[in-house]
């Protein structure tokens, strides 16, 4: 009950001195959560639109962020903070936790944990994940 933020400061000026890798990792893991929270069984129509629109900005805002763009700076501070909204309401999956161990406990690569969150959807949902990633 304690774990979720009451506020949160999304500032884009903020991101603006991270380097390149950093933003690049951060904005993998926001593209991951909101793909996780779209195809987890949880999902319905409410988070289901939080997802895609957060799907979408980041796909158009991650490139210019790394660029260190303004515009995708606060793309991509709305397309997480959109994310976040979906997420938050449906949960992610038991592999998204295990994986924060694994990439403490070992020398695994976050980048390398994203791919592999991203690969084990599959086996999380019991319908077609076809016509979700379609939508995609």
């Not at 962020?65 to 938050?88: C, P």
């Not at 936790?97 to 019991?126: D, E, G, P, W, Y």
């Amino acid at each position: 009950p304690h774990d979720m933020p009451v506020s949160a400061v999304v500032d884009p000026d903020m991101m603006s001195s991270m380097p390149k890798g950093l933003t690049a990792s951060t904005g993998m893991d926001a593209l991951t959560h909101a793909i996780e929270g779209y195809t987890t069984k949880a999902a319905w129509e409410m988070t289901d639109m939080f997802h895609i629109k957060a799907i979408e900005i980041i796909g158009k805002s991650l490139r210019s962020a790394v660029a260190n763009e303004k515009e995708g700076r606060e793309g991509m501070a709305l397309g997480q903070y959109i994310a976040g909204m979906g997420f938050s309401n449906v949960g992610l999956g038991i592999d998204h936790s295990m994986a924060h161990t694994l990439v403490l406990k070992t020398k695994i690569k976050k980048t390398q944990h994203r791919i592999n969150r991203l690969k084990s959807l599959k086996q999380r949902k019991s319908v077609d994940l076809k016509e979700i990633y379609d939508k995609i």
